[in-house]
C-alpha cells in the first residue's frame, strides 16, 4: 500500500528557471535549471559550490521538435557515450551544440533532471510527446543492465531504420497525391477563367453546340458560380476526415483495414507494417526487456491499429502460457514465412535475431515496391492528366471544328 501511495502521489509542477552566479573560484557562470521554485534551484546550486546573484523562470524557445530530431540526439549520445564521454558531460555538449533551440531546451532540462537525482528513464518520462513507452523501456533497460552505451546505439539504429521505412513510404504516397492536387488546381483554373472566355466567343455561334461542350460549360458555370463553396467543402471534408481518423478508434479501424486492401498501395503498407513490428520487437527483445512488456510497447509500432489489435491479443496468449509463433498464427494478419522464421527464432534460442531478419527482408521488400510504384504511377498519371485537360480542351474545341466543316 505505501507503495502505491508513492507513485500517485502529486508531484508539484516545476519549471524551466535561467540563473547567474559565481563559482567557488570567482568565475561568472550561467545556467537553466528545471524546478518548483527559485528556492529550490539556489539551494540546488549552493550545494554544487555556485553562488547565485540572479534567477528568473526562462523564456519559451521557439522550434518543433520532430522524430528526425531525436533520432539525431540519439545516435550522438551513443556515439559519445561509446567514447567514454560521461552522461551529464554528453547531455551538455549535445543540448548546447543543436541548431534547434526547442531540443536544446529539451535536452539540458532532461540533464538538469538527472543532475538533480533521477535517473535517466525517469527523465526521459516526463516528456512522453518525444520519449515513448519503447524509448524509455530501452533506456531503463539499459540503466538496470549497466549497458546504456550499448542500448543508445541499438535505440539509435532502429530509429533511423524506421525513418527510413516511414521516408519510403511517404514518397511513394507523396507523388500521387500532388499530381491529384495540382491536377484539381489546374482544372478549377481552366473552368472558372479559360472556359467562360470560350462561353462568351459560342454565343454568337449560332448553331446547336455538342454535347461535350454544353457539359463543360454548365461544369464552369456551377464552378464559377460556387468555387467558394466547392473549395470549403473540400477543405472542410479532408480537415473533417483527418481529425476523425485521429481521434476515433472506430473510424481509425475501418481506414487502417481498408488501406491494407487498397490494390496497390495495401500491399507495400502492409510489408511496412510487418517490418516496422518485427524490428521493435526483436531491439526490444535483444535489450533483454520480458518479451509480454516488450509486446505492450511494439502494439504501436506497427503504425496499424490492424496490427495494434493483433499485438495485444498475441500479447495476452502469451502471458497466458502460449507460444509466440501460434499466438502470431491465431491472429491471421501474418504471412506464413514470418510465422515459420519465428517459430524457428524460437527452437533455437535466437528470436531477437530471427526478427531482424524478418525485418531487413521486408524493409527490402518495400524499397523494391516503391521503386516499382514510383515507375508504374507515372504513366499512369499520364494517362489520367491527358484524359482530363485534353478532354476538356477537345470538348470546346469541338464547335470551332464544326464551324470550320461548315465554311468548308
Not at 546573484?53 to 540519439?74: E, P
Not at 557515450?81 to 549535445?94: E, H, N, R
Not at 488501406?259 to 510489408?271: A, N
Request: glycine fraction near 8%; aromatic fraction near 10%.
Amino acid at each position: 500500500m505505501a507503495t502505491v501511495a508513492i507513485q500517485t502521489e502529486k508531484k508539484p509542477k516545476e519549471f524551466n528557471y535561467a540563473w547567474e552566479g559565481t563559482d567557488k573560484t570567482g568565475k561568472k557562470i550561467k545556467g537553466e535549471m528545471r524546478a518548483a521554485g527559485p528556492v529550490i534551484v539556489t539551494s540546488t546550486l549552493r550545494r554544487q559550490g555556485i553562488k547565485v546573484s540572479k534567477i528568473k523562470k526562462a523564456q519559451s524557445r521557439s522550434g518543433r521538435i520532430t522524430d528526425k530530431d531525436i533520432t539525431l540526439f540519439t545516435r550522438q549520445m551513443a556515439t559519445m557515450m561509446k567514447s567514454g564521454v560521461p552522461l551529464l558531460q554528453a547531455f551538455d555538449i549535445v543540448g548546447k551544440g543543436h541548431s534547434n533551440p526547442a531540443l536544446s531546451k529539451l535536452i539540458l532540462d532532461v540533464k538538469a533532471d538527472v543532475e538533480t537525482g533521477s535517473n535517466l528513464t525517469d527523465a526521459f518520462r516526463k516528456y512522453p510527446l518525444y520519449f515513448d513507452a519503447l524509448y524509455c523501456n530501452l533506456v531503463g533497460a539499459g540503466e538496470a543492465a549497466g549497458i546504456l552505451d550499448g542500448i543508445l546505439d541499438r535505440l539509435a539504429t532502429y530509429k533511423e531504420k524506421i525513418q527510413a521505412i516511414k521516408g519510403k513510404i511517404k514518397s511513394a504516397l507523396f507523388y500521387p497525391i500532388s499530381i491529384i492536387v495540382v491536377a484539381f488546381i489546374i482544372t478549377a483554373v481552366i473552368m472558372i477563367f479559360v472556359i467562360p472566355a470560350f462561353k462568351s466567343l459560342f454565343e454568337g455561334f449560332g448553331a446547336e453546340l455538342p454535347a461535350p461542350t454544353l457539359l463543360v460549360m454548365t461544369i464552369s458555370d456551377f464552378f464559377v458560380a460556387y468555387w467558394w463553396a466547392i473549395f470549403a467543402v473540400i477543405g472542410g471534408s479532408i480537415y473533417g476526415f483527418l481529425y476523425a481518423w485521429k481521434r476515433s478508434v472506430s473510424m481509425q479501424r475501418v481506414m487502417d483495414r481498408l488501406i491494407l486492401r487498397l490494390p496497390i498501395f495495401g500491399e507495400v503498407i502492409r510489408k511496412a507494417a510487418i517490418a516496422r513490428w518485427s524490428r521493435t520487437l526483436s531491439t526490444m527483445f535483444a535489450a533483454g526487456v520480458p518479451l509480454v512488456e516488450s509486446l505492450d510497447s511494439v502494439a504501436g509500432a506497427a503504425g496499424n491499429y490492424i496490427y495494434y489489435e493483433a499485438t495485444k491479443k498475441i500479447q495476452l496468449e502469451v502471458s497466458t502460457g502460449s507460444s509466440l509463433m501460434s499466438s502470431m498464427a491465431n491472429t491471421t494478419v501474418f504471412p506464413n514465412m514470418v510465422i515459420q522464421m519465428v517459430a524457428i527464432g524460437e527452437e533455437a534460442g535466437s528470436l531477437d535475431a530471427m526478427l531482424s531478419k524478418i525485418a531487413d527482408f521486408y524493409e527490402a521488400e518495400v524499397d523494391d515496391a516503391v521503386a516499382a510504384l514510383s515507375s508504374l504511377m507515372e504513366p499512369m498519371i499520364m494517362v489520367v492528366l491527358g484524359t482530363l485537360i485534353g478532354g476538356m480542351v477537345i470538348a470546346m474545341y469541338l464547335p470551332i471544328f464544326k464551324m470550320g466543316m461548315v465554311v468548308s
